[in-house]
């Protein structure tokens, strides 16, 4: 099992229409690409003072294969999507984790 996972720090005054997108069309979207089989969308508790709120998506992919296949055939386009509705409102990075 692979996890790809993807940590977004979102702007306060765009949160809620992010949340929106996220839940409604950008993870159904990845989803339907088929190459993951579950997610969890958490959002980062943590104590002190910080800009904008961080949330985590996890992605679940049975193997190495379909995260090259997602990288390849998809990635561009809904990262592009979602790096233009919401610009400079917030920064996200992705990581890779396999299970052991």
Request: aromatic fraction near 14%; hydrophobic fraction near 40%.
């Amino acid at each position: 099992m692979i996890l790809y996972n993807v940590t977004v720090n979102i702007d306060p005054e765009v949160e809620e229409k992010w949340l929106n997108y996220m839940k409604n069309i950008h993870i159904p979207e990845v989803m339907k690409t088929g190459c993951f089989s579950e997610y969890k969308f958490f959002r980062l508790v943590s104590e002190g003072a910080q800009e904008g709120t961080n949330y985590a998506i996890m992605y679940y992919a049975p193997s190495m294969d379909q995260i090259d296949l997602y990288l390849e055939k998809y990635a561009e386009k809904l990262r592009q999507d979602h790096q233009e509705k919401f610009k400079d409102k917030m920064v996200a990075f992705r990581s890779l984790l396999e299970s052991v």
